[in-house]
């Protein structure tokens, strides 16, 4: 296992400033990943801690060894891309064995890496890379496909092969850009669950690039969230879910209702053309802020029922989700999306019905900045 440190990383392409000041801490097998939009900076920082990029400034500290001008065949880091980049002539097995040939080579004087060559076009592996490409292989669970190329494999078997071969090096760190992007849905959801399961197994440490908010928040054991080049929140997935500080982190990071405020006395927020409602978070003492509150912390109210918070609308749209229902609530000029559990009561409210919509105080969030 490994540490990784990103030490005031900046990257420049021209004139156009891609990574701008950027430090974080990658803790000893721990899986971390980058989340953000695209051109926000994340695959650019990946980049520059694989040895792809050139950083303009800041360091890279692998075990607390700065790596920012050293080679990416030096640094012993695997990477998986988007695209997998297998060689669609080669088998499956000399696939995932093409770095530990790459790197004999490297290391090999003139007759050696000679000889290297003809095992390469030989595809004659030493009894020693073997078994560990069969122990890669059998981490990711494709034994048995050792002789197939990746033609005759599926998107997840490649994506898989493509693991293993960054696996097979026994690398200090393990690096993804977008690893499943190419894959539909369903199997996206497979594949995340399988990559965490290995990773765990491993205890590699990991950085993840990713531009999908569930999938983020899914795998990881912390996240950064990026904007413009710049870390905006560094947190477990959870804080960054329930306690985003920002509007944009609230905004960028599941369904949320977001409305500008403005103070209404201690513990009370004055929606700008909507209700008074209370919260427990500190209320700056003057000016106009944001304030957020998730759609699962609202509540359809029955007869008779109370919330410290509250405010009638009508139901100007219905949408079943599975295990939920989701509402749009007209309440003056505000729309409120509201998701209610398919065993509730408010399952059986319909399109245009009145209802009475609460909520907590500690649920409702006052942010920081108009970002």
């Keep these: 296992m490994s540490r990784v440190e990103i030490r005031n990383l900046v990257k420049k392409f021209g ?15 721990e899986f971390f990943s980058l989340l953000g939009a695209s051109g926000c900076g994340k695959t650019t920082t990946l980049r520059c801690v694989a040895g792809l990029e050139t950083p303009s400034g800041g360091g890279i500290l692998l075990d607390g060894q700065d790596v920012a001008r050293v080679p990416a065949w030096d640094r012993n880091c695997g990477m998986v891309f988007q695209n997998y980049a297998l060689f669609p002539h080669m088998t499956v097995a000399d696939n995932v064995a093409y770095g530990l040939m790459a790197r004999r080579y490297r290391k090999a004087g003139l007759l050696g890496r000679m000889g290297w060559l003809v095992r390469a076009v030989s595809a004659c592996l030493p009894s020693e890379d073997l078994i560990r490409v069969r122990e890669a292989l059998a981490m990711v669970e494709l034994e048995g496909l050792e002789e197939r190329r990746p ?8 994506q898989r092969v493509a693991l293993a071969r960054a696996l097979v090096i026994r690398p200090r760190v393990l690096l993804f850009d977008e690893p499943l992007g190419a894959l539909d849905a369903r199997l996206r959801v497979k594949m995340r669950q399988e990559i965490r399961r290995i990773q765990r197994r491993a205890g590699i440490t990991t950085l993840y690039v990713t531009h999908d908010q569930e999938e983020a928040l899914a795998v990881s054991d912390r996240i950064a969230v990026m904007n413009h080049g710049r870390v905006v929140q560094v947190g477990p997935p959870e804080e960054l879910y329930l306690r985003p500080r920002t509007r944009f982190l609230a905004d960028f990071i599941g ?3 977001l409305f500008s405020a403005c103070p209404e006395g201690p513990g009370r927020v004055q929606l700008l053309e909507g209700p008074v409602l209370p919260t427990t978070h500190a209320i700056p003492a003057q000016g106009t802020f944001s304030v957020a509150v998730r759609p699962e912390s609202l509540r359809l109210l029955g007869a008779g029922e109370e ?3 509250s405010f009638t609308g009508r139901v100007q749209l ?13 309440s003056g000029p505000l729309e409120w999306t509201v998701a209610a559990p398919l065993a509730s009561a408010a399952e059986r409210i319909g399109m245009g019905d009145e209802v009475r919509v609460g909520l907590q105080p500690e649920d409702l969030l006052v942010l920081e900045g108009s970002e």
Excluded: E
């Design 307 to 309: 919330a410290p918070g």
């Design 255 to 257: 369904l949320t209702n």
């Design 15 to 29: 004139s156009t400033l891609a990574v701008d000041q950027v430090s974080l801490d990658v803790g000893d097998g």
């Design 318 to 330: 219905r949408m079943f989700m599975g295990s939920t229902v989701k509402y749009v609530v007209a």
């Design 151 to 158: 033609g005759q494999l599926s998107g997840g078997q490649q």
